[in-house]
């Protein structure tokens, strides 16, 4: 091994595939990416004085990756809240709500489409009339308690809903990837590549909806699994690390 050293400035792109197969895609602009790594510790004391260990036996008991998200992709929604996104589209007919209170809004199932038209109608089929017995809300409608709705009646709502992502959250605990940090020294342009064989991401810890003047960023934190499909003497069932740089 020889004395030569370089100062190291890491940047670059995180790459998801499914776990056990060779085909990356990009995941995320990071601009944090950090790796803790907990070690248990089995000590045999010294018992001929002194003080200190006779010896002592470590192994890994876990090792995490944190990553901080600044870039949204239905890559990322996905792991960080948990649950399946479906793209949604087209026209909504006969979707019924219940009024539980006048001159507050009711939120549709849907994101509308703003540009196209939306009408209501009474549990008989009359038409409501806008302006005069709700009003169009961004989110849904406000029924008007001086038009002709009243608290109780079904009303039944038809609009187009506007191209968006819907995602029930929280049905995944667990979505496991391998992880691909495909990095670059900026000091010397050589690359520095982590590869993780098998990563368990949970829904996010915390999410930053509302961050001041801040982009929101999704805060993952993710826990590297054995491979237990890798074998071999000196290979690492859990991380393997290629530095381009002239050491």
Request: glycine share 8%; charged share 25%.
């Amino acid at each position: 091994m020889g004395t030569k050293s370089t100062t190291v400035r890491l940047a670059g792109l995180i790459k998801l595939a499914a776990v056990q197969t060779n085909s990356f895609k990009d995941f995320v602009n990071s601009t944090q990416i950090d790796q803790a790594l907990e070690i248990e510790e089995v000590a045999v004391e010294n018992a001929t004085g002194g003080g200190g260990n006779d010896d002592i036996d470590r192994r890994v008991k876990s090792l995490k990756l944190t990553i901080a998200a600044r870039r949204v992709s239905v890559d990322v929604l996905e792991l960080a809240l948990g649950g399946p996104v479906v793209k949604v589209a087209s026209a909504v007919t006969d979707e019924e709500h219940v009024v539980d209170e006048l001159d507050a809004e009711i939120m549709l199932e849907h994101l509308q489409d703003s540009a196209a038209d939306l009408t209501v109608t009474s549990a008989a089929g009359a038409a409501l009339t806008l302006g005069d017995d709700y009003e169009r809300t961004r989110l849904g409608i406000r029924p008007l308690s001086s038009g002709a709705i009243k608290v109780g009646d079904e009303i039944s709502v038809e609009y187009t809903k506007a191209p968006h992502l819907r995602i029930e959250a929280l049905l995944r605990t667990a979505t496991e990837r391998a992880v691909l940090i495909d990095g670059k020294n900026e000091r010397t342009g050589k690359p520095w590549v982590g590869l993780y064989h098998r990563v368990s991401f949970p829904p996010a810890k915390n999410l930053k909806w509302y961050d001041g003047n801040q982009f929101a960023s999704f805060d993952l934190e993710a826990e590297v699994l054995v491979a237990d499909w890798i074998s071999g003497d000196q290979v690492s069932r859990m991380v393997r690390v290629l530095v381009g740089d002239d050491l």
